[in-house]
T-cell receptor, first 116, second 113 residues
Framework: NAGVTQTPKFQVLKTGQSMTLQCAQD?????MSWYRQDPGMGLRLIHY???????DQGEVPNGYNVSRSTTEDFPLRLLSAAPSQTSVYFC???????????????FGEGSRLTVL | AQSVTQLGSHVSVSEGALVLLRCNYS??????LFWYVQYPNQGLQLLLK??????LVKGINGFEAEFKKSETSFHLTKPSAHMRDAAEYFC???????????FGTGTRLTVIP
């Protein structure tokens, strides 16, 4: 069982370039999310989705776009990269909270992005 | 709104000593609480979770946490630290019925041989 798969694991961009971080899960989870991890700041929510065709903004959405065309996939797009977007990005998924239970998140292994 | 505060960004303990990592939560309703561990260059792995079934929660690798409503705390403990416990630990909170988890800023645990 693959769980949550992120690609690429490492990427270096120049300021102004665009790129897409891919995320796929095979657990049939309705909820998917993207976080960024920066030293001393923990994990901050960028965007999330509660199902195909539905996305919403988290705590730090500026500079990022997402879409959810299928249950399995939730790509994160940087349209014009900036040095402030240098970070480690994590994709995570879970069942919806309304199903009951704690609904813990399952994480991918992360994508380390450097913007020069 | 829910939030968690982790006291101490770095904690050092000797091998075999007690591990205590602190987490205090803020929530208008009884929340779900989680501890995750992150080993170097890896993703986050669930250690344990509080779901209101029991206030003392046992997790993997010998860790446990106690939910104390009166203190709004969910501290993580382990009786005897091992070198392999060196990692970063995150506390997180989620409101019942909600979807988003909110994380603390993390505590890096160093184990001294």
């Amino acid at each position: 069982n693959a769980g949550v798969t992120q690609t690429p694991k490492f990427q270096v961009l120049k300021t102004g370039q665009s790129m897409t971080l891919q995320c796929a899960q095979d657990m049939n989870h309705e909820y998917m999310s993207w976080y960024r991890q920066d030293p001393g700041m923990g994990l901050r929510l960028i965007h999330y989705s509660v199902g195909a065709g539905i996305t919403d903004q988290g705590e730090v959405p500026n500079g990022y776009n997402v879409s959810r065309s299928t249950t399995e996939d939730f790509p994160l797009r940087l349209l014009s990269a900036a040095p402030s977007q240098t970070s480690v990005y994590f994709c995570a998924s879970s069942y919806l909270g309304v199903r009951g239970g704690a609904g813990e998140l399952f994480f991918g292994e992360g994508s380390r992005l450097t913007v020069l | 709104a829910q939030s968690v505060t982790q006291l101490g960004s770095h904690v050092s303990v000797s091998e075999g000593a007690l591990v205590l990592l602190r987490c205090n939560y803020s929530s208008s309703v009884p929340p779900y609480l989680f501890w995750y561990v992150q080993y170097p260059n890896q993703g986050l792995q669930l250690l344990l979770k509080y779901t209101s079934a029991a206030t003392l929660v046992k997790g993997i690798n010998g860790f446990e946490a106690e939910f104390k409503k009166s203190e709004t705390s969910f501290h993580l403990t382990k009786p005897s630290a091992h070198m392999r416990d060196a990692a970063e630990y995150f506390c997180a909170v989620r409101a019942p019925g909600a979807n988003n988890l909110f994380f603390g800023t993390g505590t890096r645990l160093t184990v001294i041989p």
